[in-house]
Nanobody, 117 residues
């Protein structure tokens, strides 16, 4: 059964770093686009960054130059290196994986990131 699992969240002080991982498994199919989203309490889920199968990346303005998205296609894994963290980055971070033929999007259950000021 296809599944997506995030890991790497935790508590960090403002200015610190965390590295999130996302692993897709279970005969998930051909992965195209992978992305990170986040949701803070009381807020809607927000798109953070996207990476295509060829490695092209796009970021929301608020994290550009602080976060780096990457992936390992051979291992069906994606990463989010988060540097210079701010309290407003605190949220549950979710991984979204798009697959083709047939088209589907798989979501993980999220990993909590807490940033203390």
């Amino acid at each position: 059964q296809a599944q997506v699992v995030e890991s790497g969240g935790g508590l960090v002080q403002a200015g610190g770093s965390l590295r999130l991982s996302c692993e897709a498994s279970g005969n998930i199919g051909t992965i195209s686009v992978m992305a990170w989203y986040r949701q803070a309490p009381g807020n809607q889920r927000e798109w953070v960054a996207t990476i295509t199968s060829s490695g092209n990346t796009v970021y929301v303005h608020s994290v550009k130059d602080r976060f780096t998205i990457s992936r390992n296609n051979a291992r069906d894994m994606m990463y989010l290196q988060m540097d210079s963290l701010k309290p407003e980055d605190a949220a549950v971070y979710y991984c979204a994986v798009d697959v083709t033929l047939p088209y589907a999007t798989y979501w993980g259950q999220g990993t909590q990131v807490t940033v203390s000021s």
